[in-house]
């Protein structure tokens, strides 16, 4: 049987910066910028290195999406944080980071035969006619995993690298026990 490969592709984290942002000046001054308060009460700002997107709320919180590593989301908050001392705003502390989830992808070195899975798998949906893979929610995790036949994986609602490893292990020896291989 071929190994399993996962990858780590995004990681969602929250934070505060712990001060009042004025977002139209970030707006009219900050490339890389969408700020449409009618619509959504964020600003949105597209960082190029690393590559990931923030939602900077006036009150200090921030959400960042698309880094694959903690480095990388250590390094975004900084990159925010110097914009902003380019506006004239100190942020002085260091903000907590709490990751919110973590989605990887990957193979698990097995082809799938969805229709037994989606029978005999419990805690899991399979329309093959909406959607070609199948949904499968794993019993004692939080993780929640989009699995297709040709043995690729999507692994979401995790927090960790260990938690996703861990999920991962438990979902191939549970789909062993199930298809018997």
Sequence with gaps: MAKKEIKIVNIVVSSSLEKDIPLEKMAATLPNTEYNPEQ???LVLRIKEPKTSALVFSSGKIVCTGAR???DVELAIQQIIKALKKLDIH????PQITVQNIVASGHIGMDLNLNILGVKLPNTEYEPEQFPGLVHKLKGTNATFLLFSNGKIVCTGTKTEKEVNDAVDKLIEN?????GK
């Design 175 to 179: 789909l062993k026990k199930v298809l």
């Design 40 to 42: 959504f009460p964020g």
């Design 91 to 94: 942020v002085t502390i260091k």
């Design 69 to 71: 590593t903690m480095g």
